[in-house]
């Protein structure tokens, strides 16, 4: 099971760090993949990490912005997310597998940026 943390409340240009955990399982294994989901919107892709992390990929709107990592002593994946804007109000969702064939998913986490 995946469950998705660390977000809030946080004003534009302001950074977050999101953590997505895996209890009962090892995802060591496994690519993870981040999405978020607007109100009324289709789930989208944010950023994905290879099982040994050293492959990583980014969706336009958050390159340079966001970084994905992983620590898989602790099974953590990481979404460290920098200079936050409005349209990053949105619930961030981890997953296993790719941003093209999800195997599980995870609870959300809502961040909301304010001006």
């Known amino acids: 099971q995946l469950q998705a943390s660390g977000g809030g409340l946080v004003h534009t240009g302001d950074s977050l760090k999101l953590s997505c955990a895996a209890s009962?399982?090892?995802?060591?294994?496994?690519?993870i993949t981040w999405f978020r989901q607007a109100p009324g919107k289709e789930r989208e892709f944010v950023a994905t990490?290879?099982?040994?992390?050293?492959?990583?990929y980014y969706a336009d709107s958050v390159r340079g912005r966001f970084s994905v990592s992983r620590d898989n002593a602790k099974n953590t994946v990481y979404l460290q997310m920098n200079s936050l804007k409005l349209e990053d109000t949105v619930v961030y969702y981890c997953?296993?597998?790719?941003?093209?064939?999800?195997?599980?998913w995870g609870q959300g986490t809502q961040v909301t940026v304010s001006s």
């Open positions: 990490i290879s099982w040994s992390g050293g492959g990583t």
């Open positions: 009962g399982r090892t995802f060591s294994s496994y690519t």
């Open positions: 997953a296993t597998g790719t941003m093209d064939r999800v195997v599980d």
